[in-house]
Nanobody, 116 residues
C-alpha cells in the first residue's frame, strides 16, 4: 500500500503564494502519475493539476499560469507551487497517486485559505 501525506497549507492573503508538498511512502516500486485535487465547502472535488511519470503536466483552466506542479522522484514527492492566489482558491487540497492497477491512493488533505 502507498501512503500520502500533504503539507504546506496555510492562511494567505490574496496575491500571495504557497507551496504544497505531498510525500509518498510505502510500496513504491516505480514512478507513478500523481496530482492534486481540491474541494471547497459544498462543492465537488475538482482536478487542479497532474503530472505523468514522464513529466507531462496538465492544469485546470482556472489555475493555468498561476500554479505549477513538479515532482522529485528521488524523494517520492510532488509539489504544487501556487502563485497569485485568489479567494476562490480556498479549499482543501488533496494529493493523489495513480497505482499500477489504475486505482488511486489519496492523502488526508491540507487546508488552503486565501483571505485578507
Amino acid at each position: 500500500q502507498v501512503q500520502l501525506v500533504e503539507s504546506g497549507g496555510d492562511l494567505v492573503q490574496p496575491g500571495g503564494s504557497l507551496r504544497l508538498s505531498c510525500l509518498a511512502s510505502g510500496r513504491i516500486s516505480r514512478i507513478y502519475p500523481m496530482g492534486w485535487y481540491r474541494q471547497a465547502p459544498g462543492k465537488q472535488r475538482d482536478l487542479v493539476a497532474s503530472i505523468t511519470s514522464g513529466g507531462i503536466r496538465n492544469y485546470a483552466g482556472s489555475v493555468k499560469g498561476r500554479f505549477a506542479i513538479s515532482r522529485d522522484n528521488a524523494k517520492n514527492t510532488v509539489y504544487l507551487q501556487m502563485n497569485s492566489l485568489k479567494p476562490e482558491d480556498t479549499a482543501v487540497y488533496y494529493c493523489y497517486l495513480e497505482n499500477f492497477d489504475h486505482t488511486r491512493s489519496w492523502g488526508p488533505g491540507t487546508q488552503v485559505t486565501v483571505s485578507s
